[in-house]
């Protein structure tokens, strides 16, 4: 949950990241999942999960719920 900076009882922290944010910019986000991965639909659990590519290369694998695509 969120608090507001006057709820903290040691805002450093919060102050660092705000440093950070005004430093170097909002943290970048990577757009493709890494090689031999993707990111898709899964029919065996209903959810949106990153699927790895088996050892043989031929089907994905849920990293949920394990159930091949």
Do not use: I, K, N
């Not at 890494?34 to 990153?50: D, F, I, Q, T």
Request: overall charge negative.
């Amino acid at each position: 949950m969120a608090q507001r900076q006057e709820d903290l009882e040691e805002a450093l922290l919060y102050d660092r990241y705000l440093e950070a944010l005004a430093r170097y910019g909002p943290p970048a986000r990577e757009e493709s999942p890494s090689p031999g991965h993707v990111v898709r639909y899964c029919h065996g659990c209903g959810m949106r999960a990153m699927f790895r590519l088996d050892p043989e290369g031929t089907w994905y694998e849920c990293l949920h719920c394990q159930h091949y695509a």
